[in-house]
């Protein structure tokens, strides 16, 4: 089974900062089987970006994703207090299990 | 516009059974895989089951293989997950996912409000 690590487990910044956060694979993972979600208490997760860097329909352009193998990044360039929430990445392999990370939490500072 | 709306939830003592329900509309459910992914309290998102586009292919996370039990209606647009032997650490939010692939890689474009499952005493 892939385990995927999330870091930082926190990340606190302000309005307007920029927010890189990690997720590092225990072993290599395609590029198109990497996503990223977005989750907000009592909604439902939303989709970001597939196959590592590609954005979801409607997601504005300030989230952007990167990466290979086991080391993938996703990158909020500006933020807007809507994106203050959980962050999940996720590898949607040719099989199961399809893991997720722990989770980013991305705090108002 | 697509809609996953998860039903079913409730309150179980241990040892006990439950079944989601998750309707499905907006799309058409038989072309797609679904799945059910479940999230504890205070913890992170957690896959658990996933059944291919027409029911022919069926798998489940080590933590409930044997116990849950993914199906579908595709003539009723619905998404099942019954579940067995019940135990506290399976108290979670579950929400159904619909499953979407591209030449882009696959993903969860979709997802319901979830239905929380209490397993106590």
């Known amino acids: 089974e892939i385990v995927l690590t999330q870091s930082p487990g926190t990340l606190s910044l302000s309005p307007g900062e920029r927010a890189t956060l990690s997720c590092r694979a225990s072993q290599s993972v395609s590029s198109s089987s990497l996503v990223w979600y977005q989750h907000k208490p009592g909604q439902a997760p939303r989709l970001l970006i597939y196959g590592a860097s590609s954005r979801a329909t409607g997601i504005p352009d300030r989230f952007s994703g990167s990466g290979s193998g086991t080391d993938f990044t996703l990158t909020i360039s500006r933020l807007e207090p809507e994106d203050f929430a959980v962050y999940y990445c996720?590898?949607?392999?040719?099989?199961?299990?399809?893991?997720f990370g722990q989770g980013t939490k991305l705090d108002i500072k | 516009q697509v809609q996953l709306v998860e039903s079913g939830g409730g309150v179980v003592q241990p040892g006990g059974s439950l079944r989601l329900s998750c309707a499905a509309s907006?799309?058409?459910?038989?072309?797609?895989?679904m799945h059910w992914v479940r999230q504890a309290p205070g913890k992170g998102l957690e896959w658990v089951a996933f059944?291919?586009?027409?029911?022919?292919?069926?798998y489940s996370a080590d933590s409930v293989k044997g116990r849950f039990t993914i199906s579908r209606d595709n003539s009723k647009n619905t998404l099942y997950l019954q579940m067995n032997s019940l135990r506290g650490d399976d108290t979670a939010v579950y929400y159904c996912?619909?499953?979407?692939?591209?030449?882009?890689?696959?993903?969860?474009?979709?997802w319901g409000q979830g239905t929380l499952v209490t397993v106590s005493s």
């Open positions: 059944i291919r586009y027409d029911g022919s292919k069926k």
């Open positions: 996912a619909k499953g979407f692939c591209s030449g882009g890689g696959c993903c969860y474009d979709y």
């Open positions: 907006g799309f058409t459910f038989s072309g797609f895989g």
């Open positions: 996720q590898q949607f392999g040719s099989s199961p299990p399809y893991t």
